[in-house]
């Protein structure tokens, strides 16, 4: 089976690559492992190793060219492949992943129905239910060898399964390829290296999910007020804005508010010390399809929503083409995540460390409400403050949540 | 930047080696080396600090015209030369240059050059501000800058995610070795020293002293383990 070999992510704000030499000639094998190309980008020179190993059987990019990341330098496989479909209308994505093109699901054993659960085969002889029988001796091996004597057949006496049957199973299983063949024949739809962004989120996450001493506070807004704002007020934004702030740039606006009037929230690890910080520096989590990254809206607490509102438009448009630079994503001293916008009611977020405290925001929706004795229908959407207890007290991240819940409910003075 | 750099630390400490004057040839082996006992974790993450007799060396970019001189003219003012195996352009070493060539194991960084070339500098630009200057990266220009002219230039080359080759700062360097090339397509006039821009002497130890250091503060944890490296 072909494999791609794309121009490699080798950082998170790399686009592109340069062919500087081919180290193995169309045709020539090569090993897993070994290295086939040299690659530059920016003042790094890079060793691209082969993924399997395999023969190059055709060099697309010459040394020299430039590719962007994820650009098909070449093809490896087996002798005589046909690597056509590979090279018709090469799709150049973004991704650093060396895996294999179209067919992704390993070639079936002649006879199979791709996609049939390959665990039916051998097929046992008995019904659904009916117990299996199975000599003493044939257990323990069957477990000490990790046989699964579900799928035996029985060659003894009423089908039961015998020393032999296990035997016979144990030196079928050794004549098969290896645990990571396996892997390699199996139906991946796709494969992910820890690498580039992936390992950082992975690093970061766990990181924060092993140190922090996550506390969380809900608490429900009465968006009701802020959803007749919005509608009020929506065409003027447009008009003054141009461009129409969404519910998440008016919550970045109430967040970022209430972390000036609570500056004891807006504060980062950092050594042996809690820095709580002048400026607030909200970040806000954006999907990237594949990964996310938290763009950093500097001085929040000075931007109008007009401006807030642009700020979020472009980081978010620069972060899903790839174009983020890393200084707008360093920095930040407080997280808003909202998943509201995919339909979620409520969650809780992982703090993104040195930050000591991230805003997880639901859904609005219509709920019924009890108020005066009275049942009344109004718009609802749950907040969820997840902060660091090493850092911050209950008390403060209290007064913040509760904050920005009056913010948002009585949202007057968003204009 | 602080939050960025977090991310390429380890929680391993740097050995660091000083070789003194060494001719490149004897640290392009000493640093083959090293990164195949990195590769195999027989070694932690290494930072070789080394002055170089004068020398052009030509990365795998391969811009002869960045050469003013032939080799063989070069030869003949004793001026080695060496074709390598490294990313950037065309460079020169000579005394009074601390080149340094960290084989770290970027598995343990964040698997991501870029961040570490951006680490390097940043280091550097601790370190220089430990002598009171105010250095800067420039995107897109890898490298130290003070104002508009280079202090150090930086290039290197991965394999398997073990980092080799590495950075020059020039401390006193003579600045006029540079006229034998166009250092990475620059007019050599673009360099400068920690001694020009100070106008005064340097301590060269001392820098040693400050870039070990600011390196592992930006990589690692802990202070460095110094180890005489001949």
Not at chain 2, 17 to 29: C, I, M, Q, R, Y
Not at chain 2, 135 to 162: C, E, F, H, M, T
Not at chain 2, 195 to 209: F, H, N, Y
Request: aromatic share 4%; with cysteine.
């Amino acid at each position: 089976m072909a494999i791609r070999l794309d121009m490699p992510q080798l950082g998170l704000t790399m686009e592109k690559g340069t062919i500087l030499q081919w180290l193995r000639a169309e045709g020539e094998t090569v090993q897993k492992g070994q290295p086939v190309v040299l690659i530059q980008t920016e003042k790094v020179e890079y060793e691209v190793e082969a993924p399997a190993a395999g023969m190059l059987l055709k060099v697309i990019a010459k040394e020299g060219v430039e590719l962007p990341v994820g650009g098909l330098m070449g093809v490896l496989g087996q002798p005589g492949e046909d690597v056509s479909s590979l090279l018709a209308g090469t799709p150049v994505g973004i991704g650093s992943r060396a895996d294999t093109l179209e067919p992704r699901a390993a070639p079936s054993p002649p006879g199979r129905v791709p996609g049939e659960p390959r665990a039916a085969e051998p097929v046992a002889a008995r019904g659904p239910g009916e117990r299996i029988k199975i000599s003493p001796v044939a257990k323990k091996m069957a477990q000490e060898h990790g046989i699964d004597i579900a799928a035996l057949t029985g060659t003894g006496p009423e089908g039961r399964i015998v020393r032999e049957d296990v035997e016979r199973a144990i030196a079928t299983k050794s004549r098969e390829p290896r645990a990571e063949s396996r892997v390699d024949r199996e139906a991946l739809a796709d494969s992910i290296p820890l690498a580039g962004i992936r390992k950082v989120i992975f690093d970061r996450m766990g990181q924060s999910w092993r140190e922090a001493a996550r506390v969380t506070l809900f608490a429900d807004a009465d968006m009701s007020e802020l959803v007749r704002l919005r509608q009020a007020r929506l065409a003027d934004w447009e008009r003054r804005f141009g461009i129409k702030p969404s519910y998440s740039d008016l919550i970045h606006l109430a967040v970022a508010r209430a972390l000036r009037d609570e500056p004891r929230i807006n504060c980062r690890l950092d050594g042996q010390a809690v820095r709580i910080r002048k400026e607030v520096n909200l970040a806000f989590a954006v999907d990237l399809g594949e990964g996310l990254v938290a763009a950093v809206i500097r001085d929040a607490d000075k931007q109008s929503l007009g401006d807030l509102a642009r700020a979020a438009r472009d980081l978010a448009d620069r972060a899903r083409s790839g174009r983020l630079s890393p200084d707008e994503m360093a920095d930040g001293t407080f997280t808003v995540t909202n998943l509201g916008t995919v339909g979620v009611e409520s969650f809780t977020p992982i703090i993104n460390p040195p930050q000591a405290g991230i805003l997880g925001v639901g859904k609005i929706m219509e709920k019924p409400v009890v108020r005066h004795g009275g049942i009344h229908v109004r718009s609802m959407m749950t907040l969820s403050l997840v902060f660091d207890h090493r850092l911050i007290d209950g008390a403060p991240a209290a007064r913040f949540l509760t904050k920005v819940k009056e913010l948002l409910e009585q949202p007057a003075w968003m204009g | 930047m602080a939050e960025r750099v977090a991310e390429v630390r380890t929680d391993a400490a740097l050995q660091v080696l000083d070789l003194g004057l060494t001719p490149f040839a004897e640290t392009l082996a000493r640093q083959e080396e090293l990164v195949r006992l990195r590769l195999l974790g027989a070694v932690p993450d290494t930072l070789l600090l080394v002055e170089h007799p004068p020398v052009v060396t030509l990365g795998r970019a391969k811009q002869r015209e960045n050469l003013i001189l032939d080799p063989e003219e070069l030869r003949r003012r004793g001026v080695e030369f060496f074709e390598i195996t490294r990313g950037g352009d065309v460079t020169y070493h000579a005394p009074g240059q601390l080149v340094g060539y960290p084989i770290f194991d970027l598995r343990q960084h964040g698997r991501d050059v870029l961040l570490f070339c951006r680490g390097m500098e940043a280091a550097l630009i601790a370190a220089l501000a430990d002598f009171g200057m105010s250095a800067s990266a420039i995107p897109g220009k890898a490298g130290v800058w003070l104002g508009d002219r280079k202090v150090a230039s930086l290039g290197i080359s991965v394999r398997r995610w073990v980092t080799l080759h590495g950075f020059a700062l020039n401390v006193s360097t003579d600045l006029s070795g540079f006229e034998v090339i166009r250092p990475c397509g620059e007019d050599p006039a673009v360099m400068t020293s920690m001694a020009a821009s100070l106008g005064g002497p340097v301590s060269m130890p001392e820098v040693r002293r400050c870039v070990a250091r600011r390196f592992a503060e930006t990589f690692h944890i802990g202070e460095p383990a110094v180890l005489p490296g001949r």
